[in-house]
C-alpha cells in the first residue's frame, strides 16, 4: 500500500471497527486458525456474494517476499470462505498512479535478480520523478513501463505460492473510468470531505481551499496536488490546475509551472480518500494490512468511508511485519528476498505453512536457520497424518491448517530431514543420493515412484540452502577422482586403519571414535588427520562431521579412498 501523507493525528476509532481484530477478546467462537475468525466476522455482515478480499501495493523498490504477507493473508481467510459455500474475488490492486518520489537503489529483474541502479536505464527513473509508474519507461526495457515490470513480479509471485489473485492497475481504474464515479462524489462533497481530512493531516484546513484531487500535468507528466478550481458541470467535468512543487521526503520535486485542464480520468485521488475510493468501487468486504495503516491511514480510511462516502469499511486486520534475519526488509541496505528465491530453497507448502501462522505476532524469516522452518512444517504434516503424538491444540492446529497449506494430502508422501538432504547434496550421483536415503531408511522398499521422486526434490533446494549460507553442509564429494594429497607415513598408516574399520561394518559413532583412535595409535595429530579425510572426500581442510558422513556413503567407495584406490 502507499500513503501520500504523513499521519499527525491519531483519533480513537470503535473497538468493532478495530484492524487489530485478533488481539481482542470480543465474544466470538474461539477458533485454532484465525483465519476462521476473520471469516465468522465477514459473514456476520451477511455480505453480498461475491465476497472482495483484497491487497493492495505501490511499486517502489524491490518487491520482496514482505510484500507476499498481504496476498497469504487474504488467500486463507478466501480459502475458509470458499470452504464455507461463499464465491470469493480475492484482489490485489498495484498503486502505480502513484508518483515516483525517489530513486531506488536496488531493483529486480523478472527472473528475479537484483540488480543496482546503475546496472539499468537509471535515467529513465531520474528523469520522471514525480510521474505515475506506469507514465515511466521500464528501466529493464522488458515491459510497458516501471509500473508494469513490479506489477508482473507480483502476479509471479503470487503464482509462485499458488494463490489465485486478480491484479488491478490503478492507472486502469481510473482511464477506464471506473473510479470516475467515485472521484466525482468526492469533489462534489469537498468541503465534507477537507472536513473529515483536517482531523488527521495538518496540512488540511478543514475552511481552506485544499481539493482532494491530483491532476496530471498534461506538459510535463508530472502529478500536481495544486487544484484551482473545480467543474463538475461540464461534459467531461474537469479540474483547473497549476503544476507545482512536491514535497517527497528530504527533496522537493519541481513543477513545470504548466496552468491546464484536467479530466477526473486524468489524475488521481491522494492516498486517504483512494484507498476508502477502492472499497467502495470494488464493493470491498475484507482486508488485510501492515501495522504502518492500522495506526495510520485506517482511522482516517473509515472516517472517510463513512462520512464522505456514506459507506461501511470492510471488515479490517492488521499483521505485523516479519524481518529477514532479524532486521527489517530493506532493498537500499540488500537485506531483501524473493519469492522465487525463497523456492529455490524449499517447497512451496512449507512457505505457505509460514504464512499461515498467527499474524498478530512478528516473526523472523531466517535463512540462516531455514532447517528449523522446514522441521516445522514436517512436524506438522506427520501429526496431521497421526504418525507422532501431539498435545490437543498442536493437533487441532494441524487438522485445520495442513490441508490449507497442501493441496494434495497423501500419507504416502515422504520428507527427508532437511538437514540429511543437505549432505545429500554433496554428491551429484543420484543413485547415490537414493540409495544413501534408503539405507538409513528414510525411504521405504515400497514407496511409491512418486513418492521418491518428491522426496529426492528437496535434496536440490537444502543443497541450495547450504551454498547461500555458506553452512557446514556446503562441501561438494569428490567422487569421479582423487584430490591431490601428500601424507607421512603414519597417516597413511591411520587411514588404513581407518578403512579396515569401516569395512567391518561399524556405525557412525563408533567411525567418529575411531578417527580420533587410528590417529593416536599412529601419533599423528587430531586436526591434522581430519583434514587428511577431507583432502581425500572434498578436497578442503574441513568439512561436516566425518564420522556420521562416511557412514552415510556407500561403504566400497569410502573404503576404496581412504586406500587411495578410488
Not at 65 to 71: A, C, Q, T, W, Y
Not at 437 to 449: F, K, L, Q, V
Not at 457 to 485: G, S
Request: with cysteine; charged share 30%; proline share 6%.
Amino acid at each position: 500500500m502507499s500513503a501520500d501523507e504523513p499521519d499527525t493525528d491519531q483519533t480513537a476509532v470503535p473497538a468493532e471497527y478495530s484492524p487489530y481484530t485478533l488481539q481482542h477478546d470480543d465474544g466470538d467462537e474461539q477458533h485454532v486458525f484465525w483465519a476462521d475468525t476473520v471469516a465468522d466476522r465477514i459473514e456476520a455482515r451477511d455480505p453480498d456474494e461475491p465476497i472482495v478480499i483484497k491487497g493492495g501495493i505501490s511499486p517502489s523498490g524491490v518487491p520482496h517476499l514482505g510484500n507476499v504477507n498481504e496476498i497469504m493473508r487474504g488467500y486463507f481467510v478466501a480459502e475458509v470462505l470458499r470452504e464455507r459455500g461463499h464465491e470469493v474475488r480475492q484482489v490485489f490492486t498495484a498503486d502505480d498512479r502513484d508518483p515516483l518520489r525517489g530513486l531506488p537503489r536496488t531493483l529486480c529483474d523478472l527472473e528475479g535478480n537484483l540488480v543496482d541502479l546503475g546496472d539499468v536505464d537509471a535515467g529513465a527513473l531520474g528523469r520522471n520523478l514525480g510521474s505515475p509508474y506506469t507514465d515511466i519507461p521500464d528501466p529493464f526495457g522488458c515491459c510497458d513501463s516501471y509500473g508494469d515490470h513490479f506489477a508482473t513480479i507480483i502476479a509471479d509471485s503470487a503464482d509462485a505460492v499458488d494463490v489465485p489473485i486478480e491484479l488491478l492497475s490503478n492507472t486502469e481504474l481510473y482511464e477506464s473510468g471506473d473510479l470516475e464515479d467515485v472521484t466525482r462524489s468526492v469533489l462534489e462533497n469537498r468541503e465534507r470531505a477537507r472536513e473529515v481530512l483536517s482531523k488527521y493531516q495538518d496540512s488540511v484546513d478543514a475552511d481552506g481551499d485544499y481539493v482532494p484531487f491530483n491532476p496530471i500535468c498534461e506538459e510535463c507528466g508530472k502529478i500536481t496536488e495544486t487544484v484551482t478550481s473545480v467543474d463538475l458541470e461540464s461534459e467531461p467535468a474537469t479540474v483547473d490546475y497549476e503544476c507545482t512543487d512536491m514535497d517527497a521526503g528530504d527533496q522537493t520535486i519541481s513543477g513545470c509551472g504548466h496552468e491546464g485542464t484536467a479530466t477526473l480520468r486524468e489524475g488521481k485521488l491522494p492516498w486517504r480518500f483512494e484507498w476508502p475510493a477502492q472499497w467502495q468501487e470494488l464493493g470491498v468486504d475484507f482486508e488485510p494490512f501492515g501495522k504502518d495503516h492500522a495506526e495510520g491511514s485506517w482511522p482516517s480510511g473509515q472516517d472517510i468511508a463513512r462520512n464522505v462516502f456514506e459507506n461501511e469499511p470492510p471488515v479490517p486486520m492488521v499483521y505485523e511485519w516479519f524481518t529477514l534475519e532479524g532486521e527489517p526488509f530493506s532493498s537500499s541496505a540488500g537485506n531483501v528476498i524473493l519469492v522465487s528465491d525463497v523456492l529455490e530453497l524449499l517447497e512451496p507448502e512449507v512457505l505457505r505453512y509460514f504464512f499461515a501462522k498467527d499474524p498478530s505476532k512478528a516473526r523472523d524469516f531466517s535463512i540462516e536457520r531455514l532447517d528449523q522452518l522446514v522441521d516445522e512444517f514436517d512436524r506438522l504434516e506427520a501429526i496431521y497424518f497421526d504418525e507422532i503424538d501431539a498435545d490437543e491444540d498442536e493437533q487441532a492446529f494441524a487438522e485445520r491448517v495442513y490441508p490449507l497449506v497442501v493441496e494434495d494430502p497423501r500419507a504416502e508422501r515422504i520428507r527427508l530431514p532437511y538437514t540429511f538432504a543437505a549432505v545429500l547434496g554433496m554428491t551429484d550421483d543420484p543413485d547415490l543420493r537414493e540409495e544413501i536415503a534408503r539405507r538409513e531408511g528414510h525411504i521405504p522398499e515400497d514407496a511409491p515412484e512418486w513418492a521418491v521422486e518428491g522426496a529426492l526434490e528437496r535434496v536440490e533446494q537444502a543443497r541450495n540452502w547450504a551454498r547461500r549460507t555458506e553452512n557446514e553442509f556446503d562441501y561438494e564429494l569428490k567422487r569421479a577422482t582423487i584430490p591431490d594429497h601428500d601424507f607421512d607415513e603414519a597417516t597413511e598408516a591411520a587411514l588404513a586403519d581407518l578403512a579396515d574399520f569401516i569395512e567391518a561394518g561399524n556405525d557412525a559413532e563408533a567411525i567418529q571414535g575411531e578417527i580420533y583412535e587410528a590417529a593416536r595409535r599412529h601419533d599423528v595429530d587430531v586436526g591434522d588427520f581430519f583434514s587428511a579425510g577431507y583432502r581425500l572426500f572434498f578436497d578442503e581442510e574441513q568439512g561436516p562431521k566425518l564420522g556420521p558422513f562416511l557412514a552415510k556413503v556407500d561403504q566400497s567407495f569410502v573404503v576404496g579412498r581412504l586406500r587411495r584406490e578410488q
